[in-house]
């Protein structure tokens, strides 16, 4: 793929596409960033845009659910290549208001799906979520049953669909469903468990933990490894719609997580449960088959939590 057309990253200032952009230009990718900066932080891109080629990134500070707009900037660019990132992750805010998220998850990436199909785009991520997938326990794979129980689940689906529908439309299209499943690593953006967990140690080091819930099991993905998959699948997809979890293959509880951030903090840390911070509705386990990822890629990302964790310590030290 040598083609000179810049990639455009979209949500780039945010948690997983800060970390897309780093691995992008480590590839000599040009990038167009495009972030509204209402969750990324534009320094999260700062120290990529300063390590670059001249050039070879910039940042655009853009609303995709302005379709006028986003058609514009797809025109002016005509990207080779586009990994849309923005949305509404943080599941608490959108089932606090849902038209938020269907208008930046669905019409937003209709937006960009209409514009890239506009420009002649080629290839294009979307990133889905495990939470697309009915509640069971095991590992999930990509074809196990279908049923989002909350709006940002729902919102994640019908953008799938959405890819689908282009890819019928422009049976050229490389296009590649991401299912992410729980990221972690630095320069988060949400008030997801661990960077709340790290944000009461470091105001209160000697206090108990208010924490909810510790017992569901979830995936946990070291960011910068997901961020590798993301650019790699975009790079080896094939025409059509390929969907794919991106994910470990493996669960751990909340407890083991705060067991491992107590080892490695070298004393244990105690948590009382907070009632206020348990949710009503809670998927008891999140678990991704990644067979499919490993046939693609010929790898997966690092299950080792403590590893990933102690990475995470020493880029955001307690």
Request: net charge neutral; charged share 20%; aromatic share 6%.
């Given at each position: 793929?040598?083609?000179?057309?810049?990639?455009?990253?979209?949500?780039?200032?945010?948690?997983?596409?800060?970390?897309?952009?780093?691995?992008?230009?480590?590839?000599?990718?040009?990038?167009?960033?495009?972030?509204?900066?209402?969750?990324?932080?534009?320094?999260?891109?700062?120290?990529?845009?300063?390590?670059?080629?001249?050039?070879?990134?910039?940042?655009?500070?853009?609303?995709?659910?302005?379709?006028?707009g986003t058609a514009k900037l797809f025109a002016r660019y005509r990207p080779q290549a586009?990994?849309?990132?923005?949305?509404?992750?943080?599941?608490?805010?959108?089932?606090?208001?849902?038209?938020?998220?269907?208008?930046?998850?669905?019409?937003?990436?209709?937006?960009?799906?209409?514009?890239?199909?506009?420009?002649?785009?080629?290839?294009?991520?979307?990133?889905?979520?495990?939470?697309?997938?009915?509640?069971?326990?095991?590992?999930?794979?990509?074809?196990?049953?279908?049923?989002?129980?909350?709006?940002?689940?729902?919102?994640?689906?019908?953008?799938?669909?959405?890819?689908?529908?282009?890819?019928?439309?422009?049976?050229?299209?490389?296009?590649?469903?991401?299912?992410?499943?729980?990221?972690?690593?630095?320069?988060?953006?949400?008030?997801?468990?661990?960077?709340?967990?790290l944000k009461q140690i470091r105001q209160r080091p000697d206090a108990p933990l208010q924490?909810?819930?510790?017992?569901?099991?979830?995936?946990?993905?070291?960011?910068?490894?997901?961020?590798?998959?993301?650019?790699?699948?975009?790079?080896?997809?094939?025409?059509?719609?390929?969907?794919?979890?991106?994910?470990?293959?493996?669960?751990?509880?909340?407890?083991?997580?705060?067991?491992?951030?107590?080892?490695?903090?070298?004393?244990?840390?105690?948590?009382?449960?907070?009632?206020?911070?348990?949710?009503?509705?809670?998927?008891?386990?999140?678990?991704?088959?990644?067979?499919k990822l490993r046939s693609i890629l010929g790898w997966t990302p690092s299950a080792d939590?403590?590893?990933?964790?102690?990475?995470?310590?020493?880029?955001?030290?307690?």
């Amino acid at each position: 793929m040598s083609d000179n057309r810049p990639w455009f990253v979209t949500g780039a200032a945010g948690f997983l596409g800060s970390h897309v952009i780093d691995e992008c230009l480590r590839r000599g990718r040009n990038i167009v960033a495009i972030d509204n900066l209402s969750w990324g932080k534009a320094e999260h891109l700062a120290a990529a845009q300063q390590a670059a080629q001249p050039g070879a990134m910039q940042l655009v500070v853009a609303d995709i659910r302005d379709a006028e707009g986003t058609a514009k900037l797809f025109a002016r660019y005509r990207p080779q290549a586009v990994i849309h990132l923005a949305a509404l992750h943080y599941i608490p805010a959108a089932i606090a208001d849902p038209p938020l998220a269907v208008g930046i998850n669905v019409q937003g990436t209709e937006s960009v799906l209409s514009a890239a199909a506009a420009a002649g785009v080629e290839r294009l991520y979307f990133a889905s979520t495990g939470d697309v997938y009915a509640p069971q326990e095991g590992a999930l794979r990509e074809d196990s049953p279908i049923a989002p129980f909350n709006i940002y689940g729902l919102t994640k689906l019908m953008g799938e669909q959405l890819v689908a529908l282009a890819a019928r439309n422009r049976p050229e299209l490389c296009a590649v469903v991401g299912r992410l499943f729980n990221l972690y690593g630095p320069r988060e953006t949400n008030p997801h468990l661990l960077p709340e967990i790290l944000k009461q140690i470091r105001q209160r080091p000697d206090a108990p933990l208010q924490l909810g819930s510790l017992w569901p099991r979830r995936d946990m993905v070291p960011v910068m490894e997901a961020a590798r998959a993301v650019v790699e699948l975009v790079e080896r997809a094939t025409p059509g719609v390929t969907t794919v979890n991106v994910a470990t293959g493996q669960a751990r509880t909340m407890q083991q997580v705060v067991d491992l951030l107590g080892e490695l903090r070298g004393r244990p840390l105690v948590v009382e449960t907070d009632p206020g911070r348990i949710r009503a509705v809670e998927r008891p386990h999140l678990q991704a088959d990644v067979a499919k990822l490993r046939s693609i890629l010929g790898w997966t990302p690092s299950a080792d939590l403590k590893q990933g964790l102690a990475a995470l310590l020493k880029a955001e030290p307690l």
